[in-house]
C-alpha cells in the first residue's frame, strides 16, 4: 500500500513540475550576445522550453513591457506573465512559477561575474530582485554571495 500511495505521488508530483513548465520562454536578446545564449542554455538545462528573439531595438521591448531601467541587463524573458530581465538563475524562475507571487518579475541587474550565462573565472556576490506591478517595491527575492 505504501509502495502505491509514493507511486501515485510521484506521478501527482511530476505532472505539476511538467505542468509548470507547459509554456514557453520568450527571451528577447542582442543576435551577437554570447552571454544571453549561455543563459538561454543554462535555463533550458533545467526543463524550460525557450524561443529566443533577436532583436536590434531591445531598449524598445523592455520599455514596452515595463521593465524598470534600474533593473536592466542584456536581455529579457517573458514567460506566464512574469518577467525575467537578466542573468536570473532557472531554480529562481522555477520557484516564481512554483509559488506564483503577485509580482511582476524577477531580475539581476546589470550583469554579474558568476551569474549564469557569466561564467568568467570570476564569482561576484548578487542578488536576484523581485518587482511588483506599480514597479514601485523591489525586495530581494535571492541572495548570491560571493565564495
Same mark, same amino acid.
Given at each position: 500500500?505504501?509502495?502505491?500511495? !509514493?507511486?501515485?505521488? !510521484?506521478?501527482?508530483?511530476?505532472?505539476?513540475?511538467?505542468?509548470?513548465?507547459?509554456?514557453?520562454?520568450? #527571451?528577447?536578446? !542582442?543576435?551577437?550576445?554570447?552571454?544571453?545564449?549561455?543563459?538561454? =542554455?543554462?535555463?533550458?538545462?533545467?526543463?524550460?522550453? #525557450?524561443?529566443?528573439? =533577436?532583436?536590434?531595438?531591445?531598449?524598445?521591448?523592455?520599455?514596452?513591457?515595463?521593465? &524598470? &531601467?534600474?533593473?536592466? !541587463?542584456?536581455?529579457?524573458? #517573458?514567460?506566464?506573465?512574469?518577467?525575467?530581465?537578466?542573468?536570473?538563475? +532557472?531554480?529562481?524562475?522555477?520557484?516564481?512559477?512554483?509559488?506564483? %507571487?503577485?509580482?511582476?518579475?524577477?531580475?539581476? %541587474?546589470?550583469? &554579474?561575474?558568476?551569474?549564469?550565462?557569466?561564467?568568467?573565472?570570476?564569482? =561576484? +556576490?548578487?542578488?536576484?530582485?523581485?518587482? =511588483?506591478?506599480?514597479?514601485?517595491?523591489?525586495?530581494?527575492?535571492?541572495?548570491?554571495?560571493? &565564495?
Amino acid at each position: 500500500m505504501n509502495r502505491l500511495r !509514493s507511486l501515485l505521488l !510521484s506521478i501527482v508530483l511530476l505532472g505539476l513540475s511538467s505542468s509548470l513548465l507547459a509554456q514557453t520562454m520568450t #527571451v528577447y536578446k !542582442s543576435e551577437t550576445c554570447g552571454c544571453c545564449n549561455d543563459w538561454i =542554455d543554462h535555463v533550458r538545462e533545467a526543463g524550460i522550453e #525557450v524561443e529566443a528573439v =533577436d532583436l536590434i531595438h531591445l531598449n524598445h521591448k523592455k520599455q514596452e513591457l515595463g521593465v &524598470p &531601467p534600474q533593473l536592466a !541587463s542584456c536581455h529579457t524573458g #517573458v514567460m506566464d506573465g512574469y518577467l525575467i530581465e537578466g542573468h536570473v538563475p +532557472a531554480e529562481q524562475i522555477l520557484r516564481l512559477l512554483r509559488e506564483r %507571487p503577485r509580482i511582476l518579475g524577477l531580475a539581476v %541587474p546589470g550583469m &554579474p561575474h558568476g551569474s549564469p550565462g557569466m561564467e568568467t573565472g570570476r564569482v =561576484d +556576490a548578487y542578488q536576484v530582485l523581485s518587482f =511588483d506591478p506599480a514597479r514601485q517595491h523591489l525586495a530581494v527575492w535571492a541572495d548570491y554571495p560571493a &565564495p
